[in-house]
Structures are given as C-alpha cells and as structure tokens.
C-alpha cells in the first residue's frame, strides 16, 4: 500500500464517548434489502453478524417501493436489452461494466430472494407477472401485492433474519466509523434510542462495516423517502475520509401525489407502474403533453419527464399536472394498485373518478459513496451497497425499478468479499499459530505467508474485481463476544477531534435552502445563493461550538465585520442527540451535493441547469467525486472518463495525480466557494 493515501479526517460527531462495545465480524448499518441480504449471506457462511438499525428491523426504506424489482425474466427479453436500457436512461454516465454486473447476475439473484421466501405476483399460469415502467423497452418489473413490492421483500427477509437469529440493534442511528492504527475498519459507534437492550452510545467492534443506510432525500422539504433518511451513511463516510460521487445527481420522481405548496416531509408516491399499465399525464385542459416528447411518452425516463412536468407547470402557472387513469375502472385499481388508491382516497382524492394531482419531488440519490465492483469504498474493510453508494450502476439518472436490484446485487457480491478476506485471514492466523508451535518444540520454520501479511483484519486486498455472488468453501467462525464496557476506545483523547453540531431547529431552514437552490431546477445564481445559506449555517455551529473568546479555526470568514466583536451575537451550542446529529449529517450532505452541482456546468440526466441547458459531453462525459478534509474542506477532483476505474484501497491512484477539471467552452464566473478546493496534478 505504499504511496496510497487514506484521507482520513480526524473529524466525528460531537457525542458522548462509547460505554459498551459488542465484538463481531461483521457489521451492517441498515435494514433494507441491501443490509439484511448482505448479512444474511455473510452469517450463512458463519460470520459473527451484527445488524444496525435506525428504527425497527422492517422500517427500512425499502418496504417504500411500490413499483418493483427489474430483471431480465420473461420470455425474449435479454441481460442485454436491460443493459441498453439502464445505460439510455444514465445519460452517458453509467459504469458499463458494472452495468453488465448488474444485469447479468440479477435475475438469478431474484430467484434467490424468492428462494427465500419473497411471493411475487404471478400470471394465471404460474409465472412471474412482469410490467413494464418508465425507460423500458420490455415487460420486466417484477411486483407482489400489486403496488406493496418493497413491503413484500422486507417481509420476507426479516423472517429469514429472525429465523436465523441473527444479533440485531434496532432504534440506534449510527454515528461514526472507527478506525486501527493503519486507517483500516474497526467498527462503529452508535446511539441507541432508548429501546432495546442497550441505550446511549456504544461500539459494535469488528474489521468489516457494510453501509446500507438507504437515501438522503430528507434535505430537500418535499420527498417520497422516510424520516430516517437524512444522509447518515454519507456523511459517516466523509468524515471517515471515503470519497463520495455523484451527489449532484438526485432523482425527482415525477409523479408524486400533490398535497399543497406549503406540504413537507414524506410525500406519498404514486408509482411509475401506474403510468405503465396505461395511465396519462395530462394538464388542467386533459391535454396529453408528453406525446411528441419521447418515444415512449409517459414511460420515458423520469428525468424527461419530471422536466416536462416542470416545463407544464411554468407555461400554464400552476404547481401541478394530473395523472389521468380513470379508464382503468375500479377492480383494477382496487387489484393492481391497492396501496396507492387507498393514500388517494385518504387525502380526499378518488383516481377511479377523478385525474390525480402530481409534481416532482426528490426520490431517490443516483450518487453516493464511491465504490468498486465489490462494494469496496477507499477506506480498507468499509463497504457500502444500496442508495447510499454509487457503483456507476445510475450515471446520472436511475432507471425506474433498478434500485431493489442494485441493492441485491451488490449486497451479494459484498458478502462473498467479506467471507473470502475472512477466510483469508483465518488461514493466516492458523499459519502463524502452527508456526509458533513448532517454533516452541524447536522447530525452525519459515512462513512467508504469515511473516509478510501479518494478522490482516480484512485479509488480502489483491483480489480480483469481478468475482460472482457464490459464498463456498467457508469456515465456521469464532462466535461473537459477550457485551462488554469499551476500554481503550472510551478515552476521549483516543478519539478524533469532534465536529460541530448544528442546532436541529435549523434542519427546515437546510431543506428550505436545498428546495429552493438545489431543487429540479437550478441556475449558478440558485446554487451560489444555496452555497453561502448553507456555508452560513457551518459557520454559526463552528461559532457555538468555540470556547468564549475565541473563534474556531475552521470557520471560513475569520475576519468578518463583527464575528468576534464583544457583545456580538453568537448561536447557543447545540446538544449531543439524535436530532442534533441528524441535522449535522444533512448539513455536510447538503453542502458537498450543491459543490458539486456547481461545479458540474451543464444539465444532464436529473441535473437541469437553467443557465447550462445543453449536455457537454467533451468537458462533462466524466464523474465528480469529493471527499473531506482534516480541515473540513471540501475537496473535488473528477474521473477521466465516465467508467469509474480503479476505486478500492489497493488499486485507487493517489489523489495528488487525479486530473484537473477543465474549463468550460464558457469561461465559467461561479468560482467555488472559499471552502471548496480542486485537486490538479502537480
């Protein structure tokens, strides 16, 4: 590893020290299909399993999607022709091999989750009942419960968690990551919200940590995601020193039941599977707008169409569209979409009589942090899967139902990783003890292995990339540790500087920001006026958190007119608590995702910029990844080209010789904020 550098930061949240560790193999922070598939397969291979959960076991934003899970299942549709799809719909900026990754190995990882007890819905002859939904080309999406997919596949994996015991922690919201001595992954730690066994804030200890801590779509006001999802995987990775990538990318679905200008929070979805069993969009007149937009009209790509929706919206003066399905009649509404009608009828709305208001609202984060084919982030033993990482699978616009599969996929290919490092490392340990053994009865002994290797926590890091789901040839492992007090990590001078916590009554003025700068559409003059909002709000928590008469160094304006005058006014100190750190993480989420839109000059995929309108794939065909400085400065660099290359420890370049990011055809005049930096070669 020489010559690679881990950037770690040396920043965490500002909480109480850990007062209890629990030890194991392996710990997943969330409770989707991505976490509870990954741990499931690394405790079948006999891996001591620990699964971490914001709220209950089955809260997960999964149990959310309605529409369902894409795979190349009925008759004459190919691996191929999802591939083509996937790669129309990502604008140019999907990984195509991990694309491939994904296409190839998902339908055989569908019929693994029904083997697990998933019951999709099925046709009169016992197959798979397949629809089709926006960007598809072919019937593939695969549903249960007519609408209720995400709710039928997190049943079934809980029951298999349950079944088979695995140790959970339910109502904890991870905090941050620990670290060894050399950078590599040493567990968590985590605050338990006064239900379950333990309460207050503890480590689960152990060389492997899968983050499957779904979305952030909490930044912005209006959005289809649960409560929980306010970024916590991200921003854990940033400080962590991982690098993030496409943040700028966030998918505004746009058919999202409209319940008033002033309506925030989670926003009910009416899903992409409506509009592909024949519904259309239509304005106040009943006029179709999309016809003559895209070949396939309502089913184009959501960002095609959320931007008609916006378009619609502007040239009439409204703040919504209808979406038309009345000529489906009331047995299918009540057979095919049986959760979206009764959210309907629940807020006064009948679809089998009457159009239903629709606009776009934030759904779904194409980006996330940075990851190779194996789920391997820049930072040794940390994995992460789901919509909080960004394999390239999304490029810049996540095809419709590809979500659940990435999140299987991945999930899969993480454990198989996990379980080999482990083994590896087992026959390392099993090396040197038999070569201190027969060193003891006088046996002179060479093990190369062992003596160049060491006792590697995660194992060897020169594996191949492309290695399948298949989980053999494993060891039984050693089990999982009693609860005991945490030790060494308990001290606070052994811990990284804290960070400071925003106040969580300014967590609506964030989502104000993002919505109104970062929304749908945006401009240089939205995003720079969102920069400075959010920089402001750094900037009070930096001033709280300084000691009486001084000022900490990170904040950004030290010689402001009156920052430090006597008597100025200065925020109260926020307090250590879920709230607070939740609004902390969507802060730091919020700040990196408007760096890098803009930074990113021109509109593609769910990225509309008024002021760039056009594509620009000569400058822009590539991907921009930041990570965290000790400072707390955002540092940006960008790929050079869309594939997304080398990513994990043993194979990421060093940072000094990424490319600089080139100039625009348009001198660009919105320089990056003063804490913004872009890396160029030296």
């Known amino acids: 590893m020489t010559g690679i550098r881990h950037h770690a930061t040396g920043i965490r949240l500002t909480a109480p020290a850990p007062g209890w560790s629990i030890d194991a193999d392996v710990v997943v922070v969330g409770s989707g299909v991505a976490g509870l598939t990954a741990a499931l397969r690394c405790a079948a291979a006999g891996l001591a399993t620990v699964v971490v959960t914001k709220a209950r076991l089955d809260d997960g934003s999964t149990r959310w999607a309605q529409g369902g899970i894409a795979a190349a299942l009925g008759e004459g549709d190919t691996p191929e022709q999802h591939l083509d799809d996937t790669l129309v719909a990502g604008a140019g900026l999907c990984d195509e091999d991990a694309v491939r990754t994904l296409v190839t190995e998902g339908p055989d990882a569908v019929r693994r989750l029904i083997g697990a007890g998933a019951r999709f819905d099925t046709t009169d002859g016992g197959e798979i009942a397949l629809t089709r939904e926006g960007g598809h080309h072919r019937s593939r999406i695969a549903h249960a419960g007519g609408d209720a997919t995400g709710a039928e596949i997190s049943r079934a994996l809980v029951a298999a968690v349950r079944e088979a015991a695995l140790r959970t922690i339910e109502n904890a919201l991870v905090l941050d990551l620990l670290t060894d001595a050399d950078g590599r992954t040493a567990g968590v730690t985590l605050h338990v919200m006064g239900e379950g066994r333990h309460d207050g804030v503890g480590a689960v200890r152990a060389p492997a940590v899968v983050l499957a801590t779904g979305g952030m779509g909490q930044v912005f006001s209006a959005t289809t995601n649960p409560a929980v999802s306010t970024g916590d995987g991200v921003a854990l990775a940033l400080r962590a020193g991982a690098e993030v990538s496409d943040l700028e990318f966030v998918q505004f679905h746009p058919t999202v039941l409209y319940l008033g200008a002033d309506s925030e929070g989670q926003q009910p979805l009416v899903s992409e599977a409506v509009r592909g069993e024949g519904a259309h969009l239509v304005d106040a007149s009943g006029a179709r707008f999309m016809v003559g937009q895209h070949e396939l009209a309502e089913l184009a790509p959501r960002d095609i169409v959320a931007k008609a929706i916006t378009r619609r919206m502007e040239l009439h003066g409204t703040e919504h569209m209808y979406l038309d399905a009345r000529h489906f009649g009331a047995d299918m509404w009540e057979r095919r979409f049986p959760t979206i009608l009764a959210a309907c009828r629940a807020h006064g709305i009948d679809p089998v009589t009457e159009p239903i208001p629709v606009a776009p609202a934030a759904h779904y984060a194409s980006g996330g942090v940075r990851t190779d084919l194996r789920g391997r982030t820049t930072v040794p033993g940390l994995y992460a899967c789901g919509e909080v990482a960004c394999t390239g699978v999304h490029g810049a616009n996540r095809l419709a139902s590809n979500s659940l599969l990435e999140g299987l996929v991945f999930a899969e290919r993480i454990a198989t990783d996990i379980v080999e490092r ?259 070669q030296p």
């Open 422 to 680: 482990a083994n590896d490392a087992e026959h390392v340990r099993d090396a040197e003890r038999a070569n201190d053994t027969a060193q003891t009865q006088g046996v002179a002994q060479t093990n190369d292995t062992a003596q160049t290797n060491g006792v590697a926590q995660t194992g060897s890091t020169a594996r191949a990339d492309d290695a399948g789901p298949a989980v053999e040839g494993t060891t039984p492992r050693t089990p999982v540790a009693a609860d005991r007090p945490l030790a060494a990590a308990a001290d606070p001078a052994a811990l990284p500087a804290p960070s400071p916590l925003l106040d969580p009554e300014q967590r609506g003025t964030v989502q104000r920001i993002m919505t109104r700068g970062a929304g749908v559409l945006r401009s240089a003059e939205s995003l720079a006026a969102a920069a400075d909002a959010l920089e402001a709000l750094h900037d009070g928590a930096v001033r709280a958190a300084a000691p009486d008469g001084a000022r900490d160094a990170d904040a950004r304006d030290a010689d402001a007119p009156g920052a430090d005058a006597p008597g100025a006014d200065r925020p109260k100190p926020a307090e250590p608590g879920v709230e607070a750190w939740e609004a902390t993480n969507l802060l730091l989420v919020s700040r990196v995702l408007v760096a890098a839109a803009r930074r990113r000059e021109e509109t593609r995929g769910c990225h509309w910029r008024e002021d760039r309108p056009e594509r620009d794939d000569e400058n822009w065909r590539r991907h921009l990844v930041v990570r965290l400085t000790s400072e707390r400065r955002l540092v940006l660099r960008r790929t050079e080209t869309a594939a997304f290359g080398p990513v994990s420890p043993a194979q990421a370049p060093d940072c000094a010789a990424a490319s600089p990011i080139p100039p625009t055809t348009t001198p660009t005049t919105d320089p990056p904020p003063a804490d913004v930096t872009e890396e160029s």
